[in-house]
């Protein structure tokens, strides 16, 4: 049975299969991670995080390390760190890392900026292995990292690339909050607005590190939202769209 011929009987054997979640299948899939992303899919499109009042919302604050800015030019992810949140309550135990072979070339500047090594990326699992771990472990929770858009643009490649799997998670930058305070808010790097809140600044640029710095700081601001009276999500989007 040629690789067509397995998709197509796939999809007639789910009825479900839509061609925007997989687009062929992957070298290294199964059925059972297969049986995951669809449900997971499906979790996605069923979930809603807007009114969920804010010291209840469970997020994910995550963050990456990658060789560089472009995913679409060649760049990959070298490691993810995570930690889970409820409210403002970071749940310590409830954390993700691992290190990703890129099976590309790590510029010097990054290795010495992370502290990584050529040896450990070498024995590291790959980018498609770490990717199902890590999807395992945020489920369809909302997402929340520090420059966001960096962190979205190579979840949303890799995923797609390695998986074939749309990557639809709701990703919230930390300046999401912030804006509620500083409509006019600066792109600061994440060690500087930390040292600003009082937040203590670890191992900056370790990954898991990071996630946990920023993790803080969404839970200061979480905080500090409702102080003032907002409930959830949805009025901070409706009162952020009024002042934009």
Same mark, same amino acid.
């Given at each position: 049975?040629?690789?067509?011929?397995?998709? !197509?009987? *796939?999809?007639?054997?789910?009825?479900?299969?839509?061609?925007?979640?997989?687009?062929?299948?992957?070298?290294?899939? $199964?059925? /059972?991670?297969?049986? *995951?992303?669809? /449900?997971?899919? &499906?979790?996605?499109?069923?979930? $809603?995080?807007?009114?969920?009042?804010?010291?209840?919302?469970?997020?994910?604050?995550?963050?990456? #390390?990658?060789?560089?800015?472009?995913?679409?030019?060649? %760049?990959?992810?070298?490691?993810?760190?995570?930690? &889970?949140? @409820?409210?403002? !309550?970071?749940? %310590?135990?409830?954390?993700?890392?691992?290190?990703?072979?890129?099976?590309?070339?790590?510029?010097? $500047?990054?290795?010495?900026?992370?502290?990584?090594?050529?040896?450990?990326?070498?024995?590291?699992?790959?980018?498609?292995?770490?990717?199902?771990?890590?999807?395992? *472990?945020?489920?369809?929770?909302?997402?929340?990292?520090?420059?966001?858009?960096?962190?979205?643009?190579?979840?949303?490649?890799?995923?797609?690339?390695?998986?074939?799997?749309?990557? #639809?998670? !709701?990703?919230? %930058?930390?300046?999401?909050?912030?804006?509620? *305070? /500083?409509?006019?808010?600066?792109?600061?790097?994440?060690?500087?607005?930390?040292?600003?809140?009082? @937040?203590?600044?670890?191992?900056?640029?370790?990954?898991?590190?990071?996630?946990?710095?920023?993790?803080?700081?969404?839970?200061?601001?979480?905080?500090?939202? !409702?102080? /003032?009276?907002?409930?959830?999500?949805?009025?901070?989007?409706?009162?952020?769209?009024?002042?934009?």
């Amino acid at each position: 049975m040629g690789m067509n011929d397995m998709v !197509r009987f *796939f999809r007639q054997m789910t009825g479900k299969l839509g061609s925007h979640i997989y687009a062929g299948m992957p070298p290294h899939s $199964n059925p /059972q991670q297969m049986s *995951f992303l669809r /449900q997971l899919q &499906k979790e996605m499109k069923e979930g $809603n995080s807007l009114d969920c009042p804010l010291e209840e919302l469970p997020v994910v604050v995550f963050d990456l #390390e990658t060789t560089g800015f472009y995913p679409e030019k060649g %760049d990959g992810i070298i490691s993810i760190g995570a930690v &889970k949140v @409820i409210g403002s !309550r970071i749940l %310590d135990d409830e954390v993700f890392y691992s290190l990703i072979n890129p099976e590309i070339p790590v510029p010097t $500047n990054v290795l010495t900026l992370t502290s990584i090594t050529e040896k450990e990326l070498m024995a590291a699992p790959k980018t498609s292995e770490v990717l199902i771990e890590f999807l395992n *472990f945020i489920g369809s929770s909302v997402l929340v990292a520090h420059h966001a858009k960096h962190e979205l643009a190579f979840m949303k490649k890799f995923t797609s690339s390695h998986l074939r799997f749309n990557f #639809e998670h !709701r990703v919230i %930058d930390t300046s999401f909050l912030i804006k509620l *305070f /500083q409509p006019v808010v600066s792109s600061l790097p994440l060690e500087q607005i930390c040292i600003e809140c009082g @937040i203590e600044v670890n191992d900056r640029h370790h990954a898991l590190s990071d996630a946990k710095m920023a993790a803080n700081l969404w839970t200061f601001y979480l905080k500090k939202a !409702r102080e /003032q009276d907002y409930r959830n999500l949805r009025e901070v989007y409706e009162y952020l769209s009024l002042i934009r």
